[in-house]
């Protein structure tokens, strides 16, 4: 079995940071990509970044030049770190994780997600 927990969520005024974590744990073998999502409320969960194996990385437009983020393979990690936030980066933050087991099985996993809100 594999979790995700995810930290470093919470109430930012805007212009300010934070830093989200994700902490995969359990019977893992490896992770190939890692990535965060968002979900406004009524609307649809978004991919925002996502991180490979190699290091490459991906950004959605609306946080390219603010977020960033990055992994530690050895800890199974992964991290958002946002900059400049907006009113509209308002969400629920999920980590997911593309896991092999120690099983050799392939998991699409999620953690339960940490709250940001910023206000103006």
């Known amino acids: 079995q594999v979790h995700l927990v995810e930290s470093g969520g919470g109430l930012v005024q805007a212009g300010g940071s934070l830093r989200l974590s994700c902490a995969a744990s359990g019977s893992i073998f490896s992770i190939d990509t890692m990535a965060w999502y968002r979900q406004a409320p009524g609307k649809q969960r978004e991919l925002i970044a996502l991180?490979?194996?190699?290091?490459?990385?991906n950004y959605a437009d609306s946080v390219k030049g603010r977020f960033t983020i990055s992994r530690d393979n050895a800890k199974n990690t992964v991290y958002l770190q946002m900059n400049n936030l907006k009113p509209d980066d308002t969400a629920k933050y999920y980590c997911?994780?593309?896991?092999?087991?120690?099983?050799?099985?392939?998991?699409?996993?999620w953690g339960q997600g940490t709250q940001v809100t910023v206000s103006s």
């Open positions: 991180t490979r194996t190699g290091g490459a990385t």
């Open positions: 997911n994780g593309y896991v092999i087991t120690t099983a050799r099985v392939h998991l699409d996993s």
